[in-house]
């Protein structure tokens, strides 16, 4: 996903603020924003802070305040800790946080506690290095009062705290004492060169066993006393409401419980998933479609290209807006000779393996919550709202979650706040457990935007970038935020402002325009990325190939006039891993791509032939630029997942409407990469001692522009729309 809110077009302060406290009739004035959205919390963190629990068996628990679903990074969150700490690694385990906004809120979030835009790692660096120095000072003190001794010849290696008279101790039996120290608020921290956990294969996930012998807790795995489970039946068309309905065959469905209107429909509340199920098959539902978008999916393409070609004039209001402008704007739309093309870019599901659900109890007590939330204060906010109390009253447990790629964290907490709307009508703080299918995630989520771009490059003497004109209609994703629709949808752009290639071209006129259809859209992994990058990567690899250069020499050229090193370290890694200067296998041809995304630069050479008219990719060598890499392995598999993820979109992902009714349904119907199609993915890491950067979704979106790369290579033809494989 998942892009961090401080860097797209965010909500104001005061906006959050007012929209956060006004709840149940209470407003908060002069409250900190963490402040106003943990009133009604009684959670108090214990002696080692609100990160930290140490046990007296020597149990070291790191409590996260991002959620665990499938992007490993508990473990680089433990190893943080851990190294300060100088903790047993083996002792080491991690408890998910309460949510609580003033103990756990990301100042990149406006304070607000969630996960998203690679930033977990990055936004708990310091923290979490000062949780555990803070601990170990606090150790370190103990056992100086205990034996007697001066704090600074003590040592604390592996989990054992020592003294070079023999006297030593584990952590356990030192907790008691200090746990009435007060912790130090600037504890010294580590030189990073003497680290001896943080960077190395040690750090290994510590959900595997668990997820491996099925016993780790998922929100399909919750049975609670007198649980009901419920289904929604939505609208076949989006922006279409509930006119009237006949329950009469679904209430006749055995263990059919009671079926309720709500907001986004008609809720069939069961005693069972498979009676949900049935009865919400016996429904019938009339629909108002007054408001409802109609239109195909091709219809709102055709509209997305008349307004960037200009045949549909833009709106007065929340016209075009420009992002990127240097020299002369009338120069980038005129001369001969220059490259115009077009890309066009669908719908896509973000097709989480674990699709949506939630467990909720209003009515009795504070409202709770017990599913993978991703955002909590947002699923706190929107709970608050509908059962009128104050947003930190309402507990969330958050449990691991089957993936989320952005899904799981929208500003209306979609199907959380179905779940919270249900809970209330069956009241008494009975349990329900709302359960969506496959089919209802692809038919009545959120998508990621459908996307036309328009550049016209002119060139120098060299066969450089001279003039840079760029055109991008896009929907936004901030649609429905509490500042409403921006005219400047950062998320839209993100990997075209600040290009390097744009750094170094002399005339660039670059713009956006935000158009809006009935189709709702959200943040999918690696957000505008996921385009832009491709974009920018086909079209250098097309003006290079008219130049007659090679495609790395002409991107090292750019970089160097952008002054973009770490572009050029990462390219000059990629390429000598992949062995770029040698000839690839007979058959085979290398693209190559680079992409920075989410503070990380990210270079592939992929390696790519076509059969049947299809491309194969076999090898994919990663570079990556990631600051302080906390655990190689893991940011391999994320590299390789990534890839693979990024892969399956370009290849075959798309969402498309007909007669504004979604196509899709499931993956038979929306095509995913197989096993037997995945790439070798090789990573290298550039060694750095920055502080860390992201690494969840920067491998995604860099592979559909290197294999279109090979492509071009190979056939001499662009690839200008996605997906590679048409339906």
């Known amino acids: 996903m ?66 665990e679903f499938g992007q490993g990074n508990h473990a680089g969150l433990a190893a943080i800790v851990a190294e300060e700490l100088d903790a047993d690694w083996s002792k080491v385990v991690v408890e998910q946080a309460p949510a609580n906004a003033k103990l756990y809120g990301t100042p990149m979030m406006f304070g607000m506690q969630g996960t998203g835009g690679s930033s977990a790692i990055n936004s708990s660096w310091t923290l979490l290095r000062n949780a555990g120095a803070a601990a170990r000072a606090m150790l370190v003190e103990a056992a100086a009062k205990t034996w007697g001794v001066p704090a600074a010849e003590i040592m604390v290696s592996n989990g054992i705290v020592s003294h070079a008279s023999g006297k030593q101790s584990g952590f356990g039996p030192l907790v008691a004492e200090a746990a009435k120290i007060t912790p130090p608020q600037a504890p010294k921290l580590k030189d990073p060169k003497t680290f001896a956990l943080v960077g190395t294969d040690l750090v290994r996930r510590k959900d595997s066993a668990v997820k491996s012998n099925g016993t780790a807790l998922y929100t399909q795995d919750v049975v609670l006393p007198e649980m009901l489970t419920a289904m929604v039946a939505h609208a076949p068309r989006f922006g279409a409401t509930v006119k009237s309905f006949d329950d009469a065959a679904a209430r006749k469905v055995p263990g059919v419980v009671a079926v309720h209107k709500i907001p986004t429909g008609v809720a069939v509340v069961a005693q069972s998933t498979w009676a949900a199920k049935q009865g919400r098959d016996a429904l019938k539902v009339e629909w108002d479609e007054t408001k409802a978008e109609k239109r195909s999916s091709a219809q709102m393409l055709t509209a997305f290209k008349n307004l960037a070609s200009g045949k549909t004039p833009a709106p007065e209001k929340n016209g075009w807006a420009a992002f990127e402008s240097k020299g002369d704007a009338a120069k980038a739309a005129a001369g001969s000779g220059a490259l115009d093309i077009a890309y066009d870019f669908p719908y896509l599901a973000h097709a989480t393996m674990e699709p949506m659900n939630c467990v909720a109890m209003v009515g009795k007590g504070p409202p709770r919550l017990v599913f993978g939330s991703q955002f909590p204060t947002l699923d706190q906010i929107n709970t608050a709202k509908i059962a009128t109390v104050l947003p930190g ?138 385009h832009t990058a491709y974009v920018m ?28 090193k770490r572009h050029i370290a990462v390219l000059d890694l990629a390429a000598e891993k992949a062995g770029w200067a040698s000839p690839a296998q007979a058959g085979w041809t290398r693209g190559v791509a680079v992409h920075e995304s989410f ?71 929306y095509r995913v990469l197989r096993n037997s199609e995945a790439p070798t993915v090789e990573t290298h890491i550039l060694p750095s001692t920055n502080p860390p950067t992201g690494v969840g979704e920067p491998g995604t979106p860099v592979i559909g522009p290197a294999v279109a790369n090979a492509i071009l290579a190979l056939t001499g033809k662009p690839t200008l729309s996605q997906p590679f494989v048409k339906a």
């Open 393 to 530: 009253s309402v507990e969330i447990e958050t449990l691991f979650a089957g993936g989320s790629f952005g899904r799981r964290a929208n500003f209306a907490s979609d199907y959380v706040s179905e779940c919270v709307h249900i809970a209330k009508k069956v009241g008494g703080g009975r349990p329900v457990k709302l359960v969506w299918t496959r089919e209802d995630d692809m038919r009545a989520g959120y998508f990621r935007p459908m996307v036309h771009h328009t550049v016209r490059v002119t060139t120098d003497a060299e066969g450089y970038p001279a003039t840079w004109r760029h055109r991008i209609v896009s929907q936004s994703i901030m649609k429905g935020s509490p500042a409403g629709t921006p005219k400047l949808d950062d998320s839209a752009i993100e990997g075209t402002k600040g290009s390097p290639y744009l750094k170094a071209t002399p005339v660039v006129d670059a713009q956006l325009l935000i158009a809006d259809t009935g189709v709702p859209v959200l943040w999918w992994r690696s957000v505008g990325a996921t």
């Open 599 to 669: 503070g990380s630069v990210v270079a592939q050479v992929a390696e790519v032939k076509m059969e049947n008219g299809q491309p194969k990719v076999g090898r994919v060598v990663t570079a990556i630029d990631c600051g302080t890499a906390i655990s190689p392995d893991q940011i391999a598999a994320q590299m390789e997942g990534g890839t693979c993820y990024g892969l399956s979109a370009a290849m075959y992902g798309a969402i498309t409407l007909t007669d504004g009714v979604v196509d899709q349904g499931n993956f038979d119907t």
């Open 2 to 67: 998942n892009k961090p809110l401080d860097s797209l077009s965010a909500p104001t302060r005061r906006s959050l603020l007012v929209g956060a406290t006004v709840v149940g009739g209470a407003l908060l004035v002069g409250c900190s924003i963490p402040d106003a959205l943990s009133a009604g919390s009684k959670f108090k963190p214990g002696a080692f802070g609100p990160f930290l629990k140490l046990a007296a068996d020597g149990t070291v628990t790191v409590v996260s305040k991002h959620i």
């Open 537 to 564: 990567e086909h079209t250098i690899d097309q003006l290079a190939k008219r130049a007659g250069k090679d495609p790395v020499a002409y991107r090292r050229a750019l970089y160097q006039k952008a002054g973009a």
